[in-house]
């Protein structure tokens, strides 16, 4: 890696005794002699072990679940249903006001993707708690499904979630977020070409090599003590006191490294369930995802489909930008409405463009709920914008990068927010990016900078 | 049928923080009785390296060095609130609260100093190595071993801060979308080389420069690690990874290492990284979130780069070989 | 579910321990024996985070069953250090930034050392080679596979 300190060198104060050193990591010695403690590592002893019954549909109605035999299995402590959980219907913004409660932690009367949790088994043994599982008979009547986002937009598609009532999530602008700025179609009107592309991404797992989970233990003052590798502690530890109806201070959550979240552990799945079983059993309880629960079952980044219209002159000014955003949240919001809102404002790019209008829209479909990943809102959308911006260079036959720097964001310049540009440095990285990789522009643009003089 | 190259750009900002619900985070700060300095928080190290980035902070704001500096964080029993790690938050959040914390613990401090040299509190500067002089007098000074005994002993001072960053909630507007989503931006510009077998539509990167505006490298080291790592997740994303490869059908997603793809230590890509520093006007000593940014040029670039190559645009992610054929049959055949 | 006797040295010391039939090493050394070193990423044998080095082998101890380790040497990271001295390939690790979230460490390092035990000057394709079956999320593996290369060239002149 090389830093680049020429650049900036002018508001930046360097020099500074511990801020910009490499001091080694105080964490790294733990890791390299197996002595960093992560959730997982704590065994206690008596602890049992949680396997969660899971739904074989995308989506139907549950007649019946019969937990007689599982119950019976050698080592089953406990078995619990949608029943057991206090507050069993919620959804994690709602801390933040951003409602509905959608979700249910034990699926009650529905389920509405596959791999959806219905029943949790407790045993004294992670083989025995797997065993019992298979033995839990649920009784479903499937149901039509929807997959695409377009089909589930559709009039007379199946509902997908009752708690909201239509297949995408309701903002207070209505069914979509909006951004407008300046007159789209006037732009379009004089715009030299115009081009209209399609964009598509398909679920991505985070991966983390150590996998999503929580250990619980009793304290015997009734309080719970959770060990976790949860990205946000008292996010989880608040939700779970809703779900659970019990007072925060009953509560303490423990973490510490995560093996990896990149978004993937924020999230409240396995804590309200794992502290409500050591509470109902007064015993502790691991709950650990397998790699296929993890791969399959925790959230994905969401699938998106982008649809990018755009007015360009042929000096390469573009002249307005009409984006429209889908973000597939699955069967349940958990983060998706704030990715889908993220985006919105990400649109149109580090570029100043007169006139754009945005719609993005978070859609319901019966799969895997999606959630927060590394880029939320915004990675997807990059990969439309930055392919549609080389369609355009193309287009118009200019330099894809010096087609950038004309439009190219700098200090001052008002984004299709209403926020004005503050500390860009967009132009400054191409400069680089010219030199580094031998990829020449014009003098003029190598002369350019994000500073404009009086902003 | 041929190895064909080509290259392809692609040039990114991304915002630091979120606007939802308000994005306020906590540190306490306060010295022991031998002058080491105590952070208690409550965000998550995910591995990118929070603990050793917050201690750097806090050590550089007190002014004594980093391995003085404890920090007890992740719990919820004794760390003050945390909205959590994500949305390229972290350092920037929680930064900003530890530097105000450890300004008022370093106060405290330097008041006590003055009170056992008998000078103003103001006359006093600290030297990074554990000691506090007198400005243009650096022979009168007392370390901060003694300063944190005095205090504890003798003064009966606490050496101690709080320390509070909020970001209140921004409501978009509903007919203009007005809103406020964060508060700096880094950058980034990638530039991906590519090979294509146009016979079998594999795709190689060859090579890959990054060039990343990310406000100030707290720890360059650690720095090059989140970017390292990050560019090589935005070119698995780019070529490899779902959990549903004939997306919206939910069949064949991987559940395992074996099914779900991504690079390994035999298939990675020459990579360079350049790092500008454009410090932001509300980040701690200028930075901003670099964690999340630096996997997403590399996708388009990427993307691009095989058009450049093949002459193919493939618009759906990730880029498979067989949508690589397909596309160049279809080409093919008009 | 019957029980079965298991004896080995862990580390250089000796452990026995009844565990039931079936039972992994990765079981038996996290859950019965406190041993935390190795990771359990999978239990499938996908991700290499769980890697221990059994008789000079490196094995995957969630595929591994612990009755077959009988009287067996078993060697994990958290033996490595020796009288709490990092090892140059530890050293290496941490000179090279190669940990970020450290859950693949020690299995990268369990890896690492029965290559350079075997191939004390491996090429780059030796160490990519050995590390293949290793996951890293975090990391990119550049960072690793230096670390490696390192390792060997400081064990090549400590023993020059
Ligand atoms: S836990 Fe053994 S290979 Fe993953
Ligand atoms: S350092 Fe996180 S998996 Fe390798």
Redesign the interface.
């Known amino acids: 890696m090389e830093l680049r300190k020429d650049y900036f060198a002018d508001v930046r104060k360097d020099g500074l005794h511990e801020i910009g050193q490499p001091r080694p990591r105080l964490d790294s010695p733990g890791h390299v002699t197996g002595k960093t403690a992560y959730f997982a590592d704590r065994n206690f002893p008596g602890m049992l072990h949680l396997k969660m019954v899971r739904s074989p549909h995308h989506h139907a109605r549950i007649r019946s679940i019969d937990t007689s035999e599982a119950e019976k299995h050698p080592g089953v402590v406990r078995v619990l249903t949608a029943r057991d959980v206090p507050h069993n219907v919620y959804t994690i913004l709602i801390l933040i006001q951003v409602g509905p409660e959608d979700e249910t932690v034990l699926a009650d009367g529905k389920v509405r993707w596959k791999g959806e949790a219905v029943v949790a088994v407790l045993a004294e043994t992670e083989r025995a708690a797997q065993e019992a599982a298979a033995k839990v008979k649920v009784d479903y009547e499937v149901l039509p499904a929807v997959f695409d986002m377009e089909g589930a937009l559709k009039p007379g598609a199946p509902l997908v979630n009752e708690y909201h009532g239509q297949n995408y999530y309701h903002y207070d602008s209505g069914e979509c977020r909006k951004v407008r700025f300046g007159d789209v179609e006037a732009g379009f009107a004089r715009a030299d070409h115009i081009l209209e592309q399609s964009y598509q991404s398909s679920p991505i797992e985070h991966a983390p090599t150590e996998t999503t989970g929580c250990v619980v233990t009793p304290e015997g003052n009734d309080r719970f003590t959770c060990y976790t590798n949860t990205q946000a502690m008292f996010f989880t530890l608040d939700n779970a006191s809703i779900i659970l109806q019990m007072p925060g201070s009953k509560l303490h959550f423990v973490g510490g490294t995560v093996g990896g979240g990149f978004g993937g552990k924020v999230d409240v799945i396995v804590e309200p369930i794992a502290i409500l079983s050591a509470k109902l059993t007064g015993r502790p309880v691991s709950f650990i995802y397998s790699r296929e629960e993890e791969m399959q079952i925790s959230s994905p980044r969401a699938a998106e489909k982008v649809v990018i219209k755009d007015g360009v002159m042929k000096d390469g000014r573009i002249v307005a930008r009409k984006v429209t955003g889908y973000t597939d949240a699955g069967a349940y919001s958990r983060h998706s409405p704030y990715g889908a809102q993220k985006g919105a404002a990400h649109y149109p790019g580090p570029y100043t463009i007169p006139n754009v209008w945005i719609d993005t829209y978070c859609v319901y479909t019966n799969r895997t709920p999606s959630s927060a990943m590394r880029g939320f809102g915004v990675t997807i959308g990059d990969f439309a914008l930055e392919v549609q911006m080389d369609k355009l260079a193309r287009l118009i036959g200019m330099d894809p990068l010096e087609f950038r720097f004309i439009n190219a964001y700098r200090d001052g310049d008002m984004k299709a927010h209403r926020q004005r540009t503050e500390g860009a440095a967009l132009i400054e990285c191409m400069q680089e990016a010219s030199r580094a990789a031998n990829w020449p522009v014009a003098e003029k643009y190598m002369a350019m900078s994000s500073y404009r003089k009086g902003a | 049928m041929a190895i064909r190259r080509g290259r392809g750009v692609a040039a990114i900002n991304y915002p630091t923080g979120m606007n939802l619900g308000g994005d306020p985070t906590q540190a306490l700060v306060h010295s022991t009785p031998t002058g080491n300095f105590m952070v208690t928080l409550s965000s998550v190290d995910l591995g990118q390296g929070m603990k050793q980035i917050m201690a750097q902070i806090c050590a550089e704001t007190i002014g004594v060095p980093t391995d003085r500096v404890i920090i007890d964080t992740a719990d919820t029993d004794t760390g003050p609130h945390c909205m959590g790690t994500f949305a390229s938050r972290g350092t920037h959040r929680a930064g900003n609260a530890v530097i105000q914390a450890a300004k008022e613990a370093r106060q405290v401090m330097l008041e006590v100093a003055a009170e056992e040299l008998e000078v103003n509190a103001s006359d006093l500067e600290t030297d990074g190595e554990g000691n506090i002089k007198v400005k243009g007098a650096p022979q009168k000074s007392i370390s901060i071993f003694d300063v944190a005994l005095s205090a504890h002993f003798k003064r009966g001072r606490s050496i101690s801060g709080r320390g509070m960053f909020l970001i209140p909630r921004s409501y978009p507007e509903k007919e203009t979308g007005a809103m406020k989503p964060s508060t700096c931006y880094a950058h980034a510009c990638t530039v991906a080389e590519v090979e294509v077998d146009d016979e079998t539509g594999e795709v190689t990167v060859l090579a890959v420069k990054n060039v990343f505006e990310i406000g100030r490298a707290l720890n360059p080291k650690m720095v090059e690690q989140q970017l390292v790592g990050g560019s090589w997740m935005g070119i698995s994303h780019a070529l490899y990874e779902t959990t549903e490869p004939y997306y919206p059908n939910r069949d064949h997603g991987g559940t395992d290492f074996n099914q779900y793809l991504m690079p390994g230590p035999g298939d990675l890509a020459k990579t360079e990284i350049i790092v500008l520093e454009r410090p932001s006007a509300d980040g701690p000593f200028g930075a901003k979130g670099p964690g999340e940014m630096c996997a997403n040029p590399q996708i388009p670039a990427v993307a691009n780069a095989v058009f450049d190559a093949v002459g193919v645009r493939i618009d759906t992610l990730p880029i498979t070989p067989e949508r690589i054929l397909r596309a160049l049959r279809a080409q093919a055949a008009s | 579910m019957a029980k079965v006797p298991v004896q080995f040295t862990l580390n250089g010391s000796e452990k026995a321990e009844f565990v039931?039939s079936g039972t992994t090493l990765l079981h038996a050394l996290?859950?019965k024996i406190?041993?935390?070193?190795?990771?359990?990423?999978?239990?499938?044998g996908?991700?290499g985070?769980c890697s221990v080095i059994v008789d000079g082998e490196l094995r995957l101890s969630c595929l591994t069953l612990a009755e077959t380790c009988s009287d067996a040497d078993i060697r994990?990271?958290?033996g490595?250090?020796e009288g709490g001295v990092?090892q140059p390939l530890?050293r290496a690790?941490?000179d090279a930034?190669a940990?970020?979230?450290?859950?693949?460490?020690?299995g990268m390092?369990m890896a690492a050392k029965v290559l350079l035990d075997r191939t004390p000057n491996p090429s780059r394709e030796d160490?990519?080679?050995a590390?293949?079956g290793n996951?890293?999320?975090?990391?990119?593996?550049?960072?690793?596979?230096q670390a490696v290369l390192t390792a060997a060239r400081a064990n090549s002149q400590n023993a020059a």
Do not use: M, N
């Open positions: 039931e996290r859950d406190g041993d935390t070193s190795p990771k359990g990423g999978c239990h499938q996908t991700c985070a994990t990271t958290a490595l250090a990092l530890q690790f941490l930034f940990t970020q979230c450290g859950f693949c460490t020690p390092i160490v990519v080679e590390l293949s996951i890293c999320r975090c990391t990119g593996y550049e960072p690793i596979i």
